[in-house]
């Protein structure tokens, strides 16, 4: 396939996801071009191929599709002022981060009287299913627009469904999130038992993958609480910290009771208050460890 056969596509947000996106699409024939406020990163996106830019207005210009990739709300903010501000011809924006409902609401409000198109499609997967394309994007909004970028999607993730109406990407994500959340800290309470009752980390590993016991979430984040290494992180437990707390609120404004999620959320207050923020989210088995007085010799 010629380079750059596919046309022109922009990533705002060149972190774990964004970047292992923009080196996909990359690979796929795309002509990525990106912008990130870490220099680091957009360092190393450069090396692999992806043309920088200063801002998000520099990419509306640029090119008549764009994904973002963000940590929170105010990232988004910034990064919809700036496209309106390019006054660039319609884009289409597919918004994949996880951030709350009303946030996105306000981006596609602000962003439509532009004359742009926001769709909501938030994306099921980690950093590490990223970078091999196992994602899945949730997308919501305009549908034959989302139609229109299947084949995009497929350069990226191995699925992509169209959930209706803006806004329900977001809704099943948080319904994801939830049971990630919670499978999440069961595995590390498996591990812990296992261990306290002298069984081998690698053998539980190996016996509860194979068995009634697993999860997807086990199998991605049981070789790290197996070895107790929760570092490259896949998901940083500071970033997660915001993920729980607007699933928390999403279920509260529907009054719907969330007893094993609730249950979860001091487990990874405990890892915050740990200094553990900057490691993947399976650490939460360290402090399962620490709360349960067990001691392993460090992994080699």
């Known amino acids: 396939m010629a380079a750059n056969a596919k046309?022109?596509?922009?990533?705002?947000?060149?972190?774990?996801?964004?970047?292992?996106?923009?080196?996909?699409?990359k690979v796929a024939g795309w002509h990525v071009v990106g912008h990130d406020i870490d220099a680091a990163r957009s360092r190393e996106l450069a090396t692999a191929g992806v043309e920088i830019l200063p801002d998000a207005g520099a990419l509306a210009a640029a090119v008549p599709l764009i994904l973002t990739s963000?940590?929170?709300p105010d990232a988004l903010a910034v990064t919809v002022r700036q496209i309106v501000a390019a006054r660039a011809p319609r884009r289409v924006v597919v918004e994949t981060s996880t951030l709350a409902l009303d946030d996105?609401?306000?981006a596609e409000r602000a962003l439509r009287e532009a004359g742009h198109l926001l769709l909501d499609c938030p994306l099921s997967g980690t950093g590490a299913q990223a970078a091999t394309k196992?994602?899945?994007?949730?997308?919501?909004?305009?549908?034959?627009a989302i139609a229109a970028l299947k084949p995009l999607f497929s350069d990226f993730a191995r699925e992509a469904h169209d959930l209706g109406r803006f806004g329900n990407g977001s809704r099943m994500k948080f319904v994801a999130n939830l049971l990630v959340a919670i499978h999440n800290v069961a595995s590390a309470e498996a591990f812990v038992l296992g261990?306290?009752?002298?069984?081998?980390?690698q053998q539980i590993l190996k016996l509860v993958s194979a068995g009634a016991g697993n999860s997807r979430v086990f199998e991605l984040r049981g070789p790290m609480m197996a070895a107790g290494r929760y570092d490259p992180p896949t998901m940083k437990i500071s970033t997660w910290r915001k993920d729980m707390a607007i699933i928390g609120e999403f279920a509260a404004k529907?009054?719907?009771?969330?007893?094993?999620f609730s249950a979860s959320a001091p487990v990874y207050a405990a890892a915050l208050a740990a200094g553990r923020g900057a490691e993947?989210?399976?650490?939460v088995c360290a402090v399962?460890?620490?709360e349960a007085g067990l001691e392993r010799a460090p992994a080699r």
């Open 7 to 25: 046309g022109k596509v922009g990533v705002v947000g060149l972190g774990i996801m964004g970047g292992a996106i923009a080196r996909n699409l």
């Open 70 to 72: 963000l940590p929170g």
């Open 104 to 106: 996105k609401l306000e």
């Open 134 to 144: 196992d994602l899945v994007v949730y997308a919501s909004g305009d549908s034959g």
């Open 195 to 201: 261990m306290k009752a002298g069984l081998d980390p």
């Open 254 to 260: 529907l009054g719907c009771p969330t007893p094993l």
């Open 280 to 283: 993947d989210t399976a650490a």
């Open 288 to 290: 399962l460890e620490a």
